[in-house]
């Protein structure tokens, strides 16, 4: 605290004392708390020096943990100083320090993580960059050393419908130190715990302990990991032509671009965003696009280069490489964008489009591209 408006010529020593008798003198400034006991607080040193040329001086007050205080009180401190040629300013000499009690709020940032998953031929599916769960919880103010956050499951809960999620589902929960206001709790899924398509729900919750391990009570700390499971099944008869595509448009960071057959000019050039770089296929080849998680896929978009002319594509969806399921062929009527859409979207991690067939009035036999995108359900 500043003491003084300017340095002293000489060291001093001032102490730093509970007052009672200053609190009719401040009370009127601090409406609605009472006198405080001098033992709520406990004072580090009662004497310091104040060095000759400084003009504040640093006591330490300490308060300890008290969750069943529940008044709102000030103590008054008196300051003196030794040395009787100096007077304190008018107002240096009494310090006040106010205490109440206030709840600390203990809450998550998003009390719900959806998933989306694919079930093929007895197998559950999630992708290599999806199997990460997160959530965020935060303090409303900085809490005592030694206490921990975890997350717990929570069988317990309502789930509005949905089926309570296999036991190991969530590997391994975390429990980490809340050293800071906020705290970001990661897991991995285990989706080999899934045996069947359909809408899962995993209940947790969020708990706070002690140095024991013993939890605190809190209120409202629920959380859920929402699990869509969607069937990949093969259809003859599931695309068709559009003139617009359906659904929202999915960013390409991250897709794998791969092909079979003949190709000239790599299929990456399809997602780079620049219509000046092209691929071209002829009949039989296919390219393939190896998504980082799960997608529920309605509409894929390929833009063919004018005088390339391509008459068939079929379309295929699959988990893995090697397990693509037929969904149809489109015929093209050479205008335009090519937007194959799927009459039922489609849950895959892997998606082919391919088997072009040439244009018979075609000037040559390549059938070129130049940018390819998908749009999701």
Known sequence: ????????????????????????????????????????VQLSEATKTLSKGETSVTFTLTISNNSNFNKKVILPYALKVTDSGLTLPKGKDVFVLKVFPEEI???????????????????????NSDKEVAFTIKSSYELPAGLKVALVRDDRAVLSGR?????????????????????KLTFNLNEDS??????????????????????????????????????????NDNVEVGTQPSGKIIDRKGIIASYYGDIYYSPRFLLDGD???????????????????????????????????????SAYAGMTQGSEQYQGTITYNGSGDIVITFKKAVPLIR???????????????????????????
């Open 194 to 235: 899934f045996t069947n398509k359909g809408e899962y729900a995993l209940p947790l919750k969020y708990v706070v302990k002690d140095a024991s391990g013993n939890e605190q009570e809190l209120s409202n700390n629920k959380l859920f990991v929402n699990f869509d499971i969607k069937e990949l099944v093969s259809s």
């Open 275 to 313: 219509e000046n770089t092209y691929s071209y296929v002829r009949d039989g080849a296919y390219y393939y696009f190896t998504f980082p998680k799960v997608r529920l896929i309605k509409s894929v978009v390929l833009k063919p280069i004018s005088g390339n002319q391509v008459k068939n594509i």
């Open 105 to 127: 709020k203990i809450t998550a940032e998003s009390k719900v993580v959806s998933k989306l998953l694919g079930y093929y031929n007895g197998s559950v599916y999630i992708g």
């Open 163 to 183: 089926t309570l999620a296999p036991a190991g589902v969530e590997g391994t929960l975390p429990e980490d130190d809340f050293d800071a206001l906020s705290k």
């Open 351 to 377: 998606l082919s489009v391919g088997n072009f067939v040439n244009d018979e009035n075609a000037s040559s036999y390549w059938m070129g591209f130049s940018e390819i995108n998908f749009y999701e359900e």
């Open 1 to 40: 605290m500043r003491l003084l408006d300017k340095p002293y010529d000489k060291d001093v020593q001032v102490s730093f004392a509970y007052d009672a008798s200053a609190y009719d003198k401040v009370k009127a400034n601090y409406s609605g708390f009472e006198l405080g006991d001098a033992n709520l």
